[in-house]
């Protein structure tokens, strides 16, 4: 079955239809969702939804978009229930966090320190507590890298990526994995399309970053974790490859860049 390695279930677009969705997505034959925390204030939110649902999991993290409200005390806060989320099976990770330099406001000197030291302290507690991240590289791959070579977590993903091939190298070398989902639709897009088309099939992992960046067929909609057999199939035909060989390397794929997710109990 197919994992949604990124989705924003609790976002507002959603309202009370989170469940239903995760439901949708699970019919669909979406085994699992990690559903990414974005500050401290919807902690508990994906907490209670992973529990509440048969195939949803969680990551905590403090988003670089929520950086601007966040106060230092929310590191610690956020190293504290990702301690005491260990022993919870559906707590997989660290994210979603990174570095937004696309932005304006994000962009200006104090604001990119800021985002530098929270990625950098969180970094540290994926690192300290041996949990892969899920980063936000939003026109920031070369500094985002360059943290990471010097903060290493044991694994993760590229969330949305859209570098270069020598960048995607970069991440691949350092043990992260290359997310990919609706952008890759488009025919327009070039050279999204030709890094799925052309990266090892084994670095790659799927997401639908619900309910952001739909997919060419419902595109300006709202996204569903549903949609991801139908962006996996799109990966498929772009690669020349059956559908069935791409959904299980995938899948492999995805229990290397999310090792929690192997002992999942919704698996």
């Not at 507590?129 to 920031?140: A, E, F, K, N, W």
């Amino acid at each position: 079955m197919w994992i949604d390695t990124h989705c924003h279930l609790d976002a507002h677009e959603f309202g009370a239809e989170s469940l239903a969705v995760a439901r949708q997505g699970l019919d669909a034959g979406v085994s699992m969702i990690v559903a990414m925390a974005v500050e401290r204030g919807n902690f508990a939110a994906v907490a209670e939804l992973a529990s509440s649902a048969p195939n949803v999991t969680y990551a905590l993290g403090i988003h670089p978009i929520c950086i601007p409200q966040a106060r230092d005390e929310d590191l610690a806060v956020l190293r504290a229930a990702a301690e005491a989320a260990l022993g919870d099976p559906n707590f997989v990770g660290i994210g979603e966090i990174g570095l937004d330099f696309f932005i304006p406001m994000l962009c200006e000197p104090d604001m990119r320190a800021k985002q530098e030291r929270f990625f950098r302290e969180q970094l540290r507690i994926a690192r300290d507590l041996g949990l892969p991240v899920m980063t936000h590289v939003r026109r920031s791959q070369d500094q985002v890298l360059k943290h990471l070579r010097q903060i290493r977590p044991p694994a993760g993903i590229a969330h949305a990526f859209n570098g270069s091939f020598q960048q995607a190298k970069t991440f691949i070398d350092l043990g992260l994995h290359l997310g990919f989902g609706g952008a890759m639709t488009f025919t327009r897009a070039l050279q999204i399309r030709r890094l799925a088309t052309e990266l090892p099939l084994e670095a790659i992992v799927l997401e639908t970053d619900s309910p952001d960046i739909a997919p060419s067929w419902i595109h300006p909609g709202r996204n569903t974790p549903d949609q991801l057999p139908r962006i996996g199939s799109a990966l498929a035909e772009l690669r020349g490859m059956d559908i069935d060989e791409v959904r299980e390397s995938v899948h492999r794929n995805t229990l290397a860049a999310i090792p929690r997710l192997a002992s999942y109990p919704g698996r």
